[in-house]
């Protein structure tokens, strides 16, 4: 597995690397506008596109096919799909923390209870989509799926402030806010599971030739 997922780094690093510098950027840019740490809910979403190209890649020089020859089961094949992007999220999170820290560091009002409900928030925004758009790249066709990948954004918001709302009935959700976004996180966690499994039942009966 660490071949492949090598090999999907090395097909989308140039994409990787100008979404991470232009994450620093944009950090140090909203500096001026709004709270910098408010990246941190963007970077994992940006940084996991690089996922989808290489799906598409993968779809458009017919790799499904040489793959599935290699001393791979297809439980290990979608895992790296899963992992890669599991790894892109965390890396654009890091790379966000870059400017963060960096005005944080002269006082710039940024605090450490910001960096980290944010960086909640995004992870789980990222988890959810990533359990919608990831199984359905294996249901449906490269452009559905390219659909999809963009709706699961959307989507993530929605299950979010769902999720939100349905903890306030059970716990007053703004006197325990960190509280709260780490169960919505834990929920995400789950739900990016339920996704890998039902990628990985999908690709087991796909007949691929």
Request: aromatic share 10%; charged share 10%.
């Amino acid at each position: 597995m660490k071949g492949v997922l090598l090999k999907d780094l090395y097909i989308a690093k140039s994409n990787i690397l100008v979404t991470l510098i232009s994450l620093i950027v944009l950090g140090f840019g909203l500096s001026f506008l709004l709270e910098t740490s408010a990246l941190l809910v963007l970077a994992p979403v940006a940084s996991t596109t690089a996922v989808f190209i290489s799906i598409t890649s993968d779809a458009s020089s017919k790799w499904n096919k040489n793959v599935v020859t290699m001393p791979l089961s297809r439980k290990q094949i979608i895992s790296e799909k899963f992992v890669f992007y599991l790894l892109l999220a965390l890396i654009g999170l890091l790379t966000a923390l870059i400017p963060c820290i960096v005005l944080m560091s002269v006082n710039d009002g940024i605090t450490l209870h910001a960096l980290y409900l944010y960086g909640v928030i995004g992870m789980s925004a990222t988890l959810f989509a990533g359990g919608i758009s990831l199984p359905c790249a294996y249901l449906f066709d490269p452009e559905k799926s390219q659909i999809v990948f963009m709706l699961s954004f959307m989507a993530s918001t929605g299950i979010i402030a769902g999720l939100v709302l349905l903890l306030n009935l059970l716990i007053p959700v703004k006197d325990n806010i960190p509280l709260a976004f780490t169960i919505v996180l834990a929920f995400a966690a789950l739900w990016f599971l339920a996704g890998y499994r039902i990628a990985s039942a999908s690709y087991q009966r796909q007949d691929i030739t």
